[in-house]
């Protein structure tokens, strides 16, 4: 399973999404994080903003909840806005 965090306009996380892995494969078997925006952006609207986080924290620091901030220029989620 891959987890999507959605983030809003101010990067505060508003909720973390659980996506199954076969929306996240590209055809050359890799996964690939675009796919998953995609997927989602396809339910919720072109208009809403996906990062992907990871549960064990093998990319982007740590795993997203909800009410924490995504940090664009150090690609990691934190519980601070700055």
Known sequence: M???AEID????????????NLQ???KSGEE???LGIDFLQNIF???TDWIQTSYTGRIRGRFA????FYNKEE???S????
């Open 2 to 4: 891959a987890y999507f």
């Open 9 to 20: 306009k101010n990067n505060k996380v508003l909720r973390v999404l659980v996506v199954d």
């Open 24 to 26: 996240i494969i590209s």
């Open 32 to 34: 690939d994080e675009n």
């Open 45 to 47: 609207g072109k208009n």
């Open 65 to 68: 909840s909800a009410d924490m």
């Open 75 to 77: 690609d990691c989620f």
């Open 79 to 82: 519980d601070s806005s700055k």
